[in-house]
């Protein structure tokens, strides 16, 4: 009975890897960019079946556990998008996939219940801190690295205003991008970048700040994200492409002078394009931390943070099929010639945001609030935040 629950609900998760990775993927995604990631699932899950009944009823319950905690990372946030916006097909398997690791896990509890008073003392008494040392430094990296590929669509919906157009754009290796654009009135125009997991609309109150201030605006969806093609990633890999993409729109559209302001992994990507370029005239950075291992190496040099990191965006990069980012954001920000305004909220962010200060050197200001939320800034300081960033945009855009 034990291993035919196993295997029934190892096959249900395994569904959900298969639509991940074959037949959610929209346009701009080729077939087999997923193909790893299925085969790795694919292989361990038939080998842990097959094997199922010869292990020792100790491994059984591991084995168990660590299929279903992933199942129910792959699958949970499918719950909240269900409750709070439209049911996809991809939902559905989604919503099995959690169930399936919930019934993998109840089992996990089940099995050593099962065969209690079996085994040696001194294996029971190493068995709790050794599974919490690889919760802790082996699944809960590989399950930020699966969480990032459920960044589940959410809805565009209309313009802001009738001044705002819809236009398209195509990033250099054919995916095609969509936005919202509202032309300069003062001379210069602010590319807005959105955090992971957002889409244009989650720029619309700093694209609102900068109406007021004349300023020409445009909001898009990153890849994989609202109308747009592609493979949705939280860490912007592949971002470089949709930001020069549309730099280069605005620049053909009497864009005037630039500049770019980016929330969460749209700071990073600010950073990175800014970097690249020399056409950004400036750059406001609100929440930057790191979009791949490299950053994690300039970060610490602490080796179990390393190791997370590592295993986190290795993760990754077997899921997206690609190879992370080569270069990090403090090589960056150190090549850059725009000027910098970065702000960070809380001590985390406080960290990264003095990392990138330190590597930006004299162009490069730091603007820290403690009591903020992550890119909350302009909603819970509002006066302020209008004051601090439209000023430094006017100091390095209108003059």
Same mark, same amino acid.
């Given at each position: 009975?034990?291993?035919?629950?196993?295997?029934?609900?190892?096959?249900?998760?395994? %569904?959900? #890897?298969?639509?991940? @990775?074959?037949?959610?993927?929209?346009?701009?995604? =080729?077939?087999? /960019?997923?193909? *790893? !990631? +299925?085969?790795?699932? %694919?292989? #361990?899950?038939?080998? @842990?079946?097959?094997?199922?009944?010869?292990?020792? =009823?100790?491994? /059984?319950?591991? *084995? !168990? +556990?660590?299929?279903?905690?992933? #199942?129910?990372?792959?699958?949970?946030?499918?719950?909240?998008?269900?409750?709070?916006?439209?049911?996809?097909?991809?939902?559905?398997?989604?919503?099995?996939?959690?169930?399936?690791?919930?019934?993998?896990?109840?089992?996990?509890?089940?099995?050593?219940?099962?065969?209690?008073?079996?085994?040696?003392?001194?294996?029971?008494?190493?068995?709790?801190?050794?599974?919490?040392?690889?919760?802790?430094?082996?699944?809960?990296?590989?399950?930020?690295?699966?969480?990032?590929?459920?960044?589940?669509?959410?809805?565009?919906?209309?313009?802001?205003?009738?001044?705002?157009?819809?236009?398209?754009?195509?990033?250099?290796?054919?995916?095609?991008?969509?936005?919202?654009?509202?032309?300069?009135?003062?001379?210069?125009?602010?590319?807005?970048?959105?955090?992971?997991?957002?889409?244009?609309?989650?720029?619309?109150?700093?694209?609102?700040?900068?109406?007021?201030?004349?300023?020409?605006?445009?909001?898009?969806?990153?890849?994989?994200?609202?109308?747009?093609?592609?493979?949705?990633?939280?860490?912007?890999?592949?971002?470089?492409?949709?930001?020069?993409?549309?730099?280069?729109?605005?620049?053909?559209?009497?864009?005037?002078?630039?500049?770019?302001?980016?929330?969460?992994?749209?700071?990073?990507?600010?950073?990175?394009?800014?970097?690249?370029?020399?056409?950004?005239?400036?750059?406001?950075?609100?929440?930057?931390?790191?979009?791949?291992?490299?950053?994690?190496?300039?970060?610490?040099?602490?080796?179990?943070?390393?190791?997370?990191?590592?295993?986190?965006?290795?993760?990754?990069?077997?899921?997206?099929?690609?190879?992370?980012?080569?270069?990090?954001?403090?090589?960056?920000?150190?090549?850059?010639?725009?000027?910098?305004?970065?702000?960070?909220?809380?001590?985390?962010?406080?960290?990264?945001?003095?990392?990138?200060?330190?590597?930006?050197?004299?162009?490069?200001?730091?603007?820290?609030?403690?009591?903020?939320?992550?890119?909350?800034?302009?909603?819970?300081?509002?006066?302020?935040?209008?004051?601090?960033?439209?000023?430094?945009?006017?100091?390095?855009?209108?003059?």
């Amino acid at each position: 009975m034990t291993f035919r629950v196993f295997a029934a609900a190892v096959c249900l998760a395994l %569904l959900h #890897a298969f639509d991940d @990775a074959f037949l959610l993927p929209g346009g701009g995604v =080729p077939l087999t /960019q997923h193909a *790893l !990631a +299925f085969g790795i699932a %694919l292989v #361990a899950s038939a080998l @842990a079946v097959w094997r199922f009944r010869s292990l020792r =009823p100790g491994v /059984q319950a591991g *084995l !168990a +556990f660590t299929f279903g905690a992933l #199942a129910m990372v792959n699958g949970g946030r499918h719950a909240h998008h269900v409750l709070n916006d439209a049911t996809t097909a991809n939902d559905v398997t989604g919503l099995l996939a959690f169930a399936a690791g919930l019934v993998l896990v109840g089992l996990a509890a089940w099995i050593p219940f099962a065969h209690r008073g079996e085994g040696s003392w001194p294996a029971r008494l190493l068995v709790p801190p050794a599974g919490l040392v690889f919760i802790w430094f082996v699944l809960a990296p590989v399950g930020m690295g699966i969480v990032d590929i459920h960044s589940l669509h959410r809805p565009v919906g209309s313009p802001p205003n009738a001044a705002y157009k819809t236009v398209h754009f195509t990033a250099s290796d054919g995916v095609r991008l969509e936005g919202w654009h509202r032309p300069s009135r003062n001379g210069a125009s602010v590319l807005m970048i959105s955090g992971g997991g957002g889409n244009r609309r989650s720029t619309l109150r700093h694209a609102r700040m900068l109406e007021r201030h004349g300023y020409g605006v445009l909001v898009y969806d990153p890849r994989g994200s609202g109308n747009s093609e592609g493979t949705v990633n939280s860490y912007g890999w592949g971002w470089d492409k949709d930001a020069d993409a549309a730099m280069d729109y605005l620049a053909a559209h009497g864009g005037g002078r630039i500049g770019v302001l980016g929330l969460s992994t749209g700071a990073d990507i600010a950073i990175d394009t800014a970097g690249r370029r020399g056409d950004v005239g400036a750059v406001v950075a609100d929440g930057s931390a790191q979009i791949g291992y490299e950053d994690v190496k300039e970060y610490t040099h602490d080796p179990l943070m390393r190791q997370g990191g590592w295993l986190m965006f290795k993760t990754l990069e077997v899921i997206q099929g690609r190879s992370g980012p080569k270069v990090s954001l403090a090589d960056r920000i150190e090549h850059t010639r725009a000027p910098n305004l970065l702000i960070s909220a809380n001590s985390m962010e406080k960290q990264w945001g003095e990392l990138y200060d330190r590597r930006g050197g004299s162009r490069s200001t730091l603007w820290y609030l403690p009591h903020a939320g992550h890119t909350a800034a302009l909603r819970q300081y509002p006066a302020a935040y209008e004051r601090r960033v439209t000023a430094f945009l006017d100091a390095h855009l209108l003059t």
